[in-house]
Each structure stands twice: as structure tokens, then as C-alpha cells.
Nanobody, 123 residues
Framework: QVQLVESGGGLVPAGGSLRLSCAAS????????MGWFRQAPGKEREFVATLNGFGRVISYADSVKGRFTISRDNAKNTVYLLMNSLKPEDTAVYYCAAKFGTTGMTSNAYNYWGQGTQVTVSS
């Protein structure tokens, strides 16, 4: 079992920045690829970013490429999502997720999920 707890969400004006954190516990953190997903009201959950166990393989959704940065600190069992140049359309509940092994860009590839943190970007 892997337990995940997100933090760092909030209300920010368009153009602003936020850094989300996801603290993991329960297993050897570096064995797990981590992902960030988001879900806006009335929409399906969508992929945002993923990285592998040592952070060397990274992928982003086209909608966030160049604005968001995913990273991890295995010594702290934490994965981060730095979000710059935020837009109102980035408003959503953001979830971190873990899967054993390689990265993935589909939600059904992930076994473990956090409870989510709300990000609201005002125009």
C-alpha cells in the first residue's frame, strides 16, 4: 500500500504560480512512477504530468508543457508540481497518483491516489 497526501492548492490570480506537493508513505518511493492528474467540474480526469522513479523520464500534457514542472525528492518521499503562468482553465482538483514501475499517462494505470487539492485560478 502507498498512501498519498497532496497539499499546496489554493486561489491564485491568472498569471500566478503555485507549487503542489504530494507526500508518500508505505513503500519504497523510488520504485514508483508518480503522476499528477486534474479534474475540473463536469469534466473527466485528465493527465497533467508524470515522472519515473528517479525523475529521469518525464512527460507533460500539451496544455501544461512549458508552464508546469514535475519533480521529486526521493529522500523526502515527495513529488512536486510547480505551476507557473496559471490560466483560469487550469482550475481543477489536482490529484497525485503512484504506480509501480514505469511512467503512465492514463489514470487507469495508477494504483494509488491522493485525496486531491483544489486549485482555483481567477481571471
Amino acid at each position: 500500500q502507498v498512501q498519498l497526501v497532496e497539499s499546496g492548492g489554493g486561489l491564485v490570480p491568472a498569471g500566478g504560480s503555485l507549487r503542489l506537493s504530494c507526500a508518500a508513505s508505505g513503500r519504497t518511493f523510488s520504485n514508483y512512477a508518480m503522476g499528477w492528474f486534474r479534474q475540473a467540474p463536469g469534466k473527466e480526469r485528465e493527465f497533467v504530468a508524470t515522472l519515473n522513479g528517479f525523475g529521469r523520464v518525464i512527460s507533460y500534457a500539451d496544455s501544461v508543457k512549458g508552464r508546469f514542472t514535475i519533480s521529486r525528492d526521493n529522500a523526502k518521499n515527495t513529488v512536486y508540481l510547480l505551476m507557473n503562468s496559471l490560466k483560469p482553465e487550469d482550475t481543477a482538483v489536482y490529484y497525485c497518483a503512484a504506480k509501480f514501475g514505469t511512467t503512465g499517462m492514463t489514470s487507469n494505470a495508477y494504483n494509488y491516489w491522493g485525496q486531491g487539492t483544489q486549485v482555483t485560478v481567477s481571471s
